[in-house]
């Protein structure tokens, strides 16, 4: 069996190794009295409309027989209105026997029934003994995996640790600042793991809508709710003799937790609608950058899910704590930059090197890399030099206003200083776009429903 065609098959008798790395899409309709969830198959579709054939059937007169549908072409996902009489509301716009690319979070609209579009990237399922191919730098801490810039002696604690864990099965929970690599650490623990040889199993807990979240994890039967037409493997139960990575397991709700305690307790999985428990032997990996420790106070997260999975506790130091592997990371993301464009090896010049040291990285590792990327873009002969950093690199953390900027982070609170920031951005793109809210929601990269709701909550243009 082909690993694409697990989703359209029935997978009453499918194993966890038939799980299927493509992206997975869903329609809820929410304004029912529970959620109703029905998945896009991927050679299939969703046919909304009255007939007796649909499969999300509206009894309402101003519907079609076959009013639209959803499907996919290739990866893209499509929402296609069938010629209806009233057409079909796609965010703001009415499709009228036309079709268009459905984004994660689009809302549509057919007779006064409202859905939304959930679109689950892959969850990344590797069976790889080593992480992708790249010179490791001079001054490697030994325990340095190839292709993994370790050179503070914080770090390479961290990876010495992350070996000795790696030839337990123990679970491990991995905390760290949001771009500090934990996810590598991660990678390398199944690297370094007997498990190599299987999946390696990446779930994205804060992506996971939460109509889908114990479903997405656990799997659920036939009939276990509306639109379950068919059994599902869980991808608890696709990462079985292999490794499961949780990222920002903090974001579980707590009846999720409760299920996920259970299985790593008993280490088996009862599917949503069933009974009967699978067995599953499988490694947990954690990730958060959130305070545990603090949402167990506060009741937010299970007190005995926080000591099962922190049994190994791996803290990666954020980025400023290690600046001798500044200049190495910077390197190694222009090397990859410019590989991809095709020229020979990027220069880093020492005025943009010195910037690059001085500067604290709230982002951390994701942000370095995305200032390399941002010079590279900027650069003509592949050599970067200070003007071509980004401002946020360049301005010195000892300026003026620099000072300034984190006097009003600390008067108005990071949410109030990012709701600005989202709304100059927001504002930015509206003048570029000439006031076309279509084109500007394509430039932020977010749906024109999500625009909508932000231009109204942020009063923008009032």
């Known amino acids: 069996m082909q690993r694409e065609e697990l989703t ?18 869903y329609v809820i309709v929410r304004n029912a009295e529970r959620p109703q969830v029905t998945e896009v198959p991927p050679r299939g579709e969703v046919l909304i409309g009255r007939g007796t054939e649909a499969t999300l059937q509206i009894d309402d007169a101003r519907v079609s027989r076959r009013h639209a549908r959803i499907h996919w072409s290739g990866s893209a996902l499509m929402i296609e209105d069938l010629g209806s009489r009233n057409g079909t509301v796609v965010n703001a716009e009415t499709l009228h026997g036309s079709a268009q690319a459905a984004r994660a979070g689009d809302s549509i609209r057919i007779a006064g029934r409202e859905m939304t579009v ?27 995996p190839e292709g993994v810039v370790v050179a503070d002696p914080g770090m390479g604690r961290v990876f010495g640790f992350a070996r000795r864990v790696a030839r337990t099965n123990t679970t491990v929970l991995i905390l760290g600042e949001t771009g500090t690599g934990k996810e590598v650490i991660a990678q390398q623990i199944h690297a370094w793991s007997g498990r190599a040889g299987k999946r390696f199993i990446r779930v994205n807990c804060a992506a996971l809508p939460e109509p889908l979240v114990e479903s997405e994890l656990f799997g659920h ?35 999720v937790q409760a299920k996920l305690l259970s299985m790593l307790e008993n280490r088996a999985v009862v599917r949503l609608g069933s009974t009967v428990e699978t067995p599953v032997d499988l490694r947990v990996i954690a990730a958060t950058h959130r305070d545990l420790t603090k949402q167990v106070a506060e009741g937010l997260f299970r007190e005995d899910l926080y000591y099962r999975v922190g049994v190994a506790v791996i803290r990666v130091p954020p980025l400023r704590q290690r600046t001798s592997e500044i200049p190495l990371l910077a390197r190694l993301f222009a090397k990859r930059f410019g590989q991809q464009l095709g020229w020979p090896e990027p220069v880093i010049m020492a005025d943009a ?16 890399r995305n200032a390399i990327e941002h010079a590279m873009l900027l650069t003509e002969d592949g050599t970067i030099r200070r003007d071509h950093l980004p401002e946020t690199v360049t301005v010195p953390a000892s300026s003026p206003q620099a000072a300034a900027d984190r006097a009003v982070a600390r008067t108005k609170g990071v949410k109030t200083a990012m709701a600005e920031l989202e709304k100059a951005a927001i504002e930015d793109a509206l003048r570029a776009e000439g006031g076309n809210r279509t084109r500007a929601a394509r430039q932020l990269g977010i749906s024109l429903r999500s625009l909508l709701y932000k231009i109204e909550k942020y009063r923008v243009g009032k």
């Open 8 to 25: 359209e098959l029935d997978t009453d008798s499918a194993s966890p190794a038939d799980f299927s790395d493509v992206a997975r899409a």
């Open 118 to 144: 959930a679109i689950l990237a892959p969850a990344r399922a590797e069976a790889t003994t080593e992480p992708p191919p790249a010179p490791g730098p001079t001054g490697q801490s030994k325990d340095a």
């Open 221 to 255: 039967e036939r009939g276990a709710f509306t639109g379950a037409d068919k059994r599902k493997v869980g991808l608890c139960e696709a990462a079985h003799e292999g490794t499961l990575f949780l990222d920002e397991i903090g974001e579980l709700s707590m009846a």
């Open 353 to 368: 090197a010195s910037a690059l040291v001085a500067h604290s990285w709230p982002g951390n590792v994701r942000e370095l």
